[in-house]
């Protein structure tokens, strides 16, 4: 994928996502209808995707709080079994304009569907645990009703994403 898909649809449509977030307190996509969100998916094992794009939207999330334009970021575990809220909290210190979001392996599997990700856990021998999750590594904008606004390929920029999400914000 080389540009950003738009199009709203609602990805909650199919009921509240309920989960727990990196101080310990369940959440739901209720929470968030406040404000506009990029929600990512990633778990915090990740050697390399994860965290840079992690440092990469939380440059668009500066900039975008600078401009007067906040944008809530989300961070949501493919990996409950290892993301407890306290392992969530110390990976997201660096990057404190994202919420680490976790909850149980049910929780989690309903977050997946309702944004159509794919992770699955997959063997690892140079892990700790023997595993790695390989994920969808998309970023999707949320509007404050919770609703798809567009998504963002991996491969982006942060000046190929501030270029495309500046328009759908002002709108």
């Known amino acids: 994928m080389t540009a950003a898909t738009t199009s709203k649809q609602s990805l909650l449509s199919g009921g509240e996502i309920e989960l727990i977030d990196h101080f310990g307190q369940p959440v739901s996509s209720h929470d968030w209808r406040d404000q506009c969100s990029l929600v990512?998916?990633?778990?915090?094992?990740?050697?390399?995707?994860?965290?840079?794009?992690?440092?990469?939207?939380?440059?668009?999330?500066?900039?975008?709080?600078?401009?007067?334009?906040?944008?809530?970021g989300l961070y949501i575990s493919v990996d409950p079994a290892r993301d407890s809220p306290q392992v969530m909290r110390d990976f997201l210190a660096?990057?404190?304009?994202?919420?680490?979001?976790?909850?149980?392996?049910?929780?989690?599997?309903?977050?997946?569907?309702?944004?159509?990700?794919?992770?699955?856990?997959?063997?690892?021998?140079?892990?700790?645990?023997?595993?790695?999750?390989?994920?969808?590594?998309i970023a999707y904008l949320l509007d404050?009703?919770?609703?798809?606004?567009?998504?963002?390929?991996?491969a982006f920029s942060g000046e190929e994403v501030l270029a495309r999400l500046r328009p759908l914000l002002a709108a």
Do not use: M, W
């Open 40 to 72: 990512l998916f990633g778990f915090t094992h990740c050697r390399v995707v994860c965290p840079r794009a992690l440092a990469r939207y939380g440059v668009v999330l500066d900039q975008l709080a600078a401009e007067g334009t906040p944008v809530r």
């Open 94 to 137: 660096p990057h404190p304009r994202f919420i680490g979001l976790t909850g149980s392996v049910e929780q989690i599997e309903r977050a997946k569907v309702a944004f159509r990700v794919f992770a699955r856990r997959a063997s690892d021998p140079d892990d700790s645990v023997g595993y790695r999750v390989p994920h969808t590594a």
């Open 144 to 154: 404050a009703d919770g609703n798809c606004l567009a998504h963002f390929a991996d």
